[in-house]
């Protein structure tokens, strides 16, 4: 399969439809570059989990700034008494 398009004066290409739909790209999405011995891959972005969703919940659910200070004063005295 060869495809080819051509650059922008400012470095844009536009991706052929047939390789869109062979790596599942739409509008928005992000792609990387990535470069292997004497080949240049492009690829889709596949972000991982996102690696601070296991601390969601894990505070308790403060609702106004005076809220937020008591907390903040709590954890600090706490703090200064250890």
Excluded: C, H
Aim: no cysteine.
């Amino acid at each position: 399969m060869k495809n080819s398009t051509t650059m922008s004066s400012k470095g844009r290409v536009t991706v052929p439809q047939e390789i869109l739909n062979r790596l599942g790209l739409s509008a928005g999405d992000r792609i990387e570059f990535v470069v292997e011995g004497g080949r240049t891959l492009i690829r889709p972005v596949r972000l991982g989990a996102n690696p601070f969703a296991k601390y969601n919940g894990a505070l308790k659910t403060l609702r106004s700034r005076k809220q937020i200070r008591a907390w903040t004063r709590e954890l600090r005295d706490e703090k200064s008494a250890g």
